[in-house]
C-alpha cells in the first residue's frame, strides 16, 4: 500500500535580487490549425504560476494566433504537415530550445498524427529535463505498438483523464473509475513515473505515496482546464519542484484557482480562460 500524503509542500521561493533566469525557463509544445486556444491556455498559467521565461512551440500556421493570446510569453515556429500539426523535422529545432528550457509540457492541441507519435516517443526517451504529457501527447503514447518506453532519460509526469487512462491500458474508463487509486498507482510503479488521474478528488501518485485532491468543483469540468493544469505543473517544475511536489500543489492550486471563480461567478460560468489569473491569487493566499 502506498503511504497517504494529505499535506501540501511549499511553494518555491522567491528571492528579492532574483532575475527572470532565477525562475526557471517552460518550454510548452503544443497547438494545431484550429486548436492554438489549447496550448495558449497552458502557457498563460505557466506565466500566472511563475516561471521567468515561457516559450510556445507551435506550428507556423497557428504561431501568430497563439502569440496575438499574450505578449509576454514567447513564440517558437515549427515545421507543419499539410493538416496543419507539427510536422516530425520539427524534432532539431525543438530539442535546441529544450536544451535552454529546465521543463517541458506537451500535448494540448498537438493533434493526432503519426509523425505526432513519433515526436513523442523520441522526446519520451530522450528528455532529459521534467516531462509533462497531456491530451493529445498521451494519445499519442497510446498508440505506440511497443507501449511506453520503459527508462526514459529524465522525469515524466502523465495527466490522463480517466478516457486517456483507459486508453493507455485499454480498458473501458469506467473500469478505470472503478479502481482509481489502484490503477495510478499500479501505472506509476509500472512506469517509474508521476501519474495525475484528473477527475472528482483527482489522485497524483509515484507509485510510492499518494495525494487524492480536495479542492475544485464541477465548473471545472469544461473544455481548456486541463491545459492549464499542464502549464501550472510544468512552471512549478521549471521553478525547481520535485515532480511529485509539484503535481500535489498544482492540481490544489488547480482547484483552488477554479473555486475562487465558481465564488465569483458560479459553477456554470466558469471557463478555463477564468483561470489563469485565478491561479495567481490561489498562490497569492496559499503563500
Known amino acids: 500500500m502506498v503511504a497517504r500524503i494529505e499535506t501540501l509542500p511549499p511553494l518555491p521561493s522567491r528571492s528579492q535580487d532574483a532575475h527572470k533566469g532565477t525562475f526557471g525557463t517552460a518550454l510548452l509544445i503544443g497547438g494545431s490549425r484550429g486548436m492554438a486556444g489549447s496550448i495558449s ?21 497557428c504561431q501568430d494566433i497563439v502569440a496575438g493570446f499574450d505578449p509576454s510569453y514567447l513564440t517558437v515556429g515549427l515545421p507543419q504537415q499539410p493538416d496543419g500539426t507539427i510536422a516530425y523535422d520539427a524534432q532539431e529545432l525543438i530539442n535546441s530550445h529544450i536544451e535552454k528550457s529546465t521543463a517541458v509540457g506537451i500535448g494540448p492541441g498537438l493533434g493526432q498524427s503519426r509523425d505526432a ?5 523520441d522526446l519520451y526517451v530522450s528528455v532529459k529535463q521534467p516531462l509533462v504529457i497531456d491530451a493529445d501527447g498521451l494519445n499519442a503514447l497510446a498508440r505506440l505498438p511497443d507501449g511506453i518506453p520503459k527508462n526514459p532519460a529524465g522525469p515524466r509526469i502523465l495527466t490522463p483523464h480517466p478516457g486517456e487512462m483507459g486508453r493507455l491500458l485499454g480498458i473501458s474508463s469506467s473500469d478505470v473509475q472503478s479502481r482509481r487509486d489502484e490503477i495510478a498507482e499500479e501505472f506509476a510503479k509500472e512506469h517509474n513515473c508521476v501519474v495525475v488521474l484528473k477527475g ?21 469540468a469544461t473544455g481548456g482546464t486541463g491545459d492549464v493544469l499542464t502549464g501550472l505543473i510544468t512552471s512549478l517544475l521549471a521553478q525547481g519542484l520535485s515532480p511529485i511536489d509539484a503535481t500535489r500543489i498544482g492540481v490544489h492550486l488547480h482547484g483552488v484557482a477554479g473555486d475562487l471563480i465558481a465564488e465569483r461567478y458560479g459553477e456554470r460560468g466558469l471557463i478555463a480562460s477564468d483561470l489563469p489569473l485565478a491561479i495567481a491569487e490561489a498562490i497569492r493566499q496559499h503563500r
Not at 491556455?41 to 500556421?61: D, I, M, N, Q, Y
Not at 507519435?117 to 516517443?121: K, V, W, Y
Not at 507509485?207 to 464541477?218: D, I, L, P, R
Open 41 to 61: 491556455l497552458a502557457a498563460l498559467s505557466a506565466l500566472r504560476t511563475g516561471a521567468g521565461l515561457v516559450f510556445v512551440a507551435c506550428p507556423e500556421c
Open 117 to 121: 507519435e513519433l515526436l513523442m516517443l
Open 200 to 220: 472528482f478528488q483527482t489522485i497524483v501518485t509515484d507509485g510510492e505515496t499518494m495525494f487524492v485532491n480536495t479542492s475544485g468543483n464541477s465548473g471545472m
